[in-house]
């Protein structure tokens, strides 16, 4: 008895069929994560640009908040406000954010 080829009919084309819905399932994710990349990079670079510069933000709830833009992290933006306060503000609070 010979063996069977690669691309035949049982087991085998079934586990290849498998493996093609695996490879398009992990391009689709690997496109969505690159995408989320670049977003990341664009919001890293609009906030060196604001460094050091008074910002206002329009925060989720509706409010607003103003303040020179000393730093940020991955979840975080710290603005010293008037009369040297500083004030930690969730990035995912924030709704907009420009130069005031």
């Known amino acids: 008895m010979g063996k069977k080829k690669a691309g035949g009919f049982g087991p085998v084309k079934i586990i290849e069929q498998e493996i093609m819905k695996l490879r398009n399932r992990l391009r689709k994710v690997e496109e969505q994560v690159n995408a989320m990349r670049d977003l990341t990079w ?33 979840f975080n933006l710290r603005l010293k406000k008037d009369k040297g306060k500083v004030v930690v503000v969730m990035k995912h609070a924030i709704a907009s954010l420009e130069l005031a």
């Open 42 to 74: 664009v919001a890293a670079d609009l906030l060196n640009e604001f460094g050091g510069q008074k910002v206002k933000l329009k925060l989720q709830d509706g409010s607003q908040t103003t303040g020179v833009l000393e730093s940020y992290d991955r």
